[in-house]
């Protein structure tokens, strides 16, 4: 499993408990690009700052590699998308890695990608 930022996001307000014990259960990666996404929110709260960064101490982090942003590229080629968006999905792509994202609409189009909405299950 991989969290999209906004999966991310969504964790720390109470009444999505059910995403936090979704990842208690599974302890699913992150791309570093939600790591600048979330933590670079510029009207991010000190509070909601700090229980981030407690959230990014203890994730798995996964790179950018070469072949990740080979793979965002092809995407971007396909279709308007944004850098994040690209690099977050191609990171669950060359994984082989399910994108839990809020937003499955914004990804429904990309073939070989696993999606699983965290809000609707």
């Keep these: 499993?991989?969290?999209?930022?906004?999966s991310i996001?969504?964790?720390i307000k109470p009444e999505?408990?059910?995403l936090r014990e979704l990842i208690a259960q599974h302890n699913p990666a992150v791309s570093a690009i939600s790591y600048v996404e979330v933590l670079g929110y510029h009207q991010l709260t000190e509070s909601d700052k700090q229980d981030f960064i407690e959230f990014?101490?203890?994730a798995r982090i996964i790179p950018v590699?070469?072949?990740?942003?080979?793979q965002a590229v092809k995407l971007?080629?396909?279709r308007k998308i944004s850098l994040g968006d690209s690099i977050i999905s191609a990171t669950a792509i060359i994984n082989d890695l399910t994108l839990i994202t809020a937003?499955?609409?914004d990804f429904r189009w990309i073939q070989n990608i696993k999606?699983?909405?965290p809000l609707k299950e």
């Design 1 to 6: 499993m991989l969290l999209d930022s906004n």
């Design 9 to 11: 996001i969504y964790s």
């Design 16 to 18: 999505f408990n059910h």
């Design 56 to 58: 990014f101490s203890t």
């Design 65 to 70: 590699s070469q072949s990740v942003l080979e």
């Design 76 to 78: 971007r080629q396909q």
């Design 103 to 105: 937003n499955i609409s």
């Design 115 to 117: 999606l699983q909405n």
